[in-house]
């Protein structure tokens, strides 16, 4: 499970294992008030050279592993949930891609926001992709994402 946590990634970065994240106070699947730290597992970042080593907790009741992710990305994915949407909006209003950024990732990330939004919002969306990104977020789910 994925708690996102607001974390400045530059410290973290430089810190690495010493940076003084946020324990949760209960589990988030059986609300049990005691947490055991679970160590570290890495992530890497659009911007950091090398992984970022992100805090791992444990439930000892229900087993849940519970990971501390910096607020502002999707899960299982570099790049900060606003690069995404400006090079979506760049895509849609002017049929280009960012600069600096890989076209093929920026590519994907169109391919399966019109994937995503026909299949959560119908076809009557299709010509409103930004407006489907912001309606799929507030759904809960990734518009971005290759996997339903």
């Not at 949760?24 to 090398?50: E, N, Q, T």
């Not at 444990?58 to 900060?80: N, S, W």
């Not at 979506?88 to 891609?97: N, P, W």
């Not at 026909?118 to 912001?134: C, E």
Request: hydrophobic share 40%; net charge positive.
């Amino acid at each position: 499970m994925i708690i996102f946590v607001c974390a400045n990634l530059k410290e973290i970065f430089i810190k690495k294992r010493d940076y003084a994240w946020p324990k949760p106070d209960v589990c988030p699947r059986c609300k049990m008030s005691k947490l055991w730290g679970h160590g570290f597992v890495g992530a890497y970042f659009d911007d950091f050279a090398g992984q970022i080593q992100l805090r791992r907790y444990r439930c000892p009741e229900c087993c849940c592993v519970i990971r501390l992710r910096p607020g502002g990305y999707f899960p299982r994915i570099q790049a900060t949930i606003e690069t995404i949407r400006s090079s979506l909006s760049k895509r849609i209003g002017q049929g280009r891609y960012l600069a600096g950024l890989s076209r093929s990732r920026q590519r994907h990330w169109f391919k399966a926001l019109i994937k995503n939004t026909v299949a959560y919002l119908g076809q009557g969306f299709k010509d409103r992709l930004l407006v489907a990104f912001d309606r799929l977020m507030n759904m809960g789910k990734v518009p971005v994402s290759g996997s339903m």
